[in-house]
């Protein structure tokens, strides 16, 4: 068998030419190129980029609506013993790098976060413990390279045809890579807009045909009827090109709009009405909308999308924002961060978002700080625990050792007493005797 397979190679083009060979679904083809298929766009982080924050009022504002809340919001920095007003990590996040500030770089961090569904900065300098310098990288365009284990064992930036190789070394890495959950991808996350991407095309596409629309008198399209002599309704091709010269030239787009029309003889003109397609265009782009809005996870009513009445007012759609959408995306990334400059510096910090300081939460917060005060059957250490603070009250004592450190205190403070009192009425009686 594998020698008659072998003679096969040794086999003339006209032995080839003999042979008739056909595809057996060839036949089955239809002629009917193009007709109702969707032309969705490509779905690769640039093209997504353009579409969907660059050319849609809904993704662009989705983008910058929790990118810039996400920003704002202040962080904390703590160990297991102390809350640190001053340190050098504070330092260099509250000026990264000599372009941006702290806002500018937490927003350019979320955004590249909601764009692509992968954040990258880099650190510059960081032979000396913390990195003198921090940058956010576009996510378009970095690679990461993985080994042979399938782990990353470094990253490649590319800017045009100029590449730049970053190195992780002995488990240290100059990139913090911070991606979002993707089933499908090990090394890189899932952007919103990848859901969102059919809605996104749909709701551009309403966009345009309303640009259309406009463009065509802001109103849907009427018939010339022509009725010549005897019944005849054929004109000339010298006619019927004047004709569409004097449509487009004198009765089409916005700046003549309501301009009369003259019609000559044998013209007459029949305006067709709003299809019941036409009537329902509008709630096919809000419906587009909602779906945006949806993969972002920012309430429809922030927004001012119509027709959505989920929460009962603008504040309690503004504290599931919140609750829901922002603050795990904070924690998320200032835990990642934390840690990454954590490993540099040496020490065990933690980066979290100080929640007593957000204006959303206050009515919660304020509630939960009156019910965990009123609870006596709770020690002070654990008190502070549940309310987020570091688990120390005094001198640096801890305050489970702080409370023994006060009954032993306190024990030997009565035996003193009673062993004072028993000297003072001996003393008393010897006085007296």
Not at 31 to 60: C, E, H, K, M, Y
Request: glycine share 8%; with cysteine.
């Amino acid at each position: 068998m594998v020698f008659d397979f072998l003679k096969q190679g040794t086999r003339t083009k006209a032995q080839f030419a003999d042979e008739a060979k056909a595809s057996a679904s060839g036949r089955v083809i239809a002629a009917n190129f193009g007709a109702g298929r969707p032309a969705w766009s490509a779905r690769d982080t640039t093209s997504l980029t353009r579409i969907g924050f660059t050319q849609n009022p809904v993704g662009f504002r989705c983008v910058k609506l929790i990118s810039e809340a996400a920003a704002a919001l202040p962080f904390i920095l703590q160990n297991a013993q102390e809350r640190f007003e001053t340190h050098p990590m504070l330092a260099i996040l509250s000026r990264p790098n000599q372009m941006q500030g702290r806002a500018e770089f937490l927003e350019a961090l979320y955004a590249q976060m909601l764009l692509s569904g992968d954040s990258y900065i880099e650190a510059v300098g960081a032979d000396e413990r913390l990195p003198r310098e921090l940058h956010v990288l576009r996510s378009d365009r970095m690679r990461v390279v993985p080994g042979k284990d399938g782990w990353p064992i470094g990253y490649e930036y590319s800017v045009g045809a100029a590449k730049h190789r970053f190195a992780i070394i002995d488990e240290y890495s100059p990139i913090c890579h911070i991606k979002s959950f993707n089933p499908s991808d090990d090394h890189y996350g899932l952007s919103p807009f990848q859901a969102a991407a059919s809605a996104l095309d749909i709701h551009n596409s309403a966009s345009s045909w309303s640009k259309a629309l406009l463009d065509n008198a802001a109103r849907p399209s009427g018939a010339i009827v022509y009725r010549g002599e005897e019944g005849q309704g054929t004109l000339s091709p010298d006619q019927y090109d004047r004709l569409l010269s004097e449509m487009e030239n004198h009765h089409q787009g916005v700046r003549n709009a309501g301009r009369p029309m003259l019609l000559e003889g044998g013209l007459d003109w029949r305006p067709m009405g709003m299809s019941p397609s036409d009537m329902e265009f509008q709630k096919t782009k809000e419906a587009a909308s909602r779906e945006v809005a949806l993969a972002f996870g920012v309430p429809p009513m922030l927004l001012g999308i119509p027709g959505d009445a989920t929460y009962n007012n603008y504040q309690e759609a503004n504290r599931a924002f919140y609750r829901l959408t922002v603050l795990p995306l904070v924690s998320k990334v200032l835990g990642a961060l934390g840690h990454w400059l954590s490993e540099m510096s040496g020490e065990e910090l933690e980066l979290r978002t100080d929640l007593d300081q957000v204006p959303a939460l206050a009515s919660e917060r304020e509630a939960q700080w009156k019910r965990i005060s009123q609870a006596d059957f709770l020690s002070d250490h654990e008190k502070r625990m549940l309310l987020g603070l570091p688990a120390v009250s005094l001198g640096g004592i801890e305050d489970s050792q702080f409370e023994d450190t006060q009954a032993a205190a306190h024990e030997e403070s009565l035996e003193d007493e009673n062993g004072q009192d028993f000297q003072t009425q001996s003393d008393l009686e010897k006085a007296e005797g």
